[in-house]
């Protein structure tokens, strides 16, 4: 069992900065891999970045790409999610989720584990 935590949502201005931050415990994510999604209000999940076990790959969804980064700390068995030039349309509420496979899952159905989501707000 793994069990996520995520960290690091708030409210920030377009144009703005925020780091997400998913602590893992129970077990070390570096045999995982690890992806964010996102689900706005009265909008599906869907899948914003994952990130390979070996973290050399990682895939974007086209609409954060360029703006946003995955990023794995194994030794801290913590993902990070760095989101820059953020806009109004980026607000949601942002989960990590985890899943014990080779490749980067890019649906919920993939991921076995997941944190209880932390809120991103961005006004305009």
């Known amino acids: 069992q793994v069990q996520l935590v995520e960290s690091g949502g708030g409210l920030v201005q377009a144009g703005g900065s925020l780091r997400l931050s998913c602590a893992a415990s129970?077990?070390?994510?570096?045999?995982?891999?690890m992806g964010w999604f996102r689900q706005g209000p009265g909008k599906e999940r869907e899948f914003v970045a994952g990130?390979?076990?070996?973290?050399?790959?990682?895939h974007y969804t086209d609409r954060v790409k360029g703006r946003f980064t995955i990023s794995r700390d194994n030794a801290k068995n913590t993902l990070y999610l760095q989101m820059n030039s953020l806009k109004p349309e980026d607000t949601a509420v942002y989960y990590c989720?985890?899943?014990?496979?080779?490749?980067?899952?890019?649906?919920?159905?993939?991921?076995?584990?997941w944190g209880q989501g932390t809120q991103v707000t961005v006004s305009s």
């Open positions: 990130i390979s076990r070996i973290a050399g790959r990682s």
């Open positions: 129970g077990r070390t994510i570096s045999g995982y891999a």
């Open positions: 989720a985890a899943d014990l496979t080779i490749g980067i899952p890019r649906t919920p159905e993939e991921y076995d584990y």
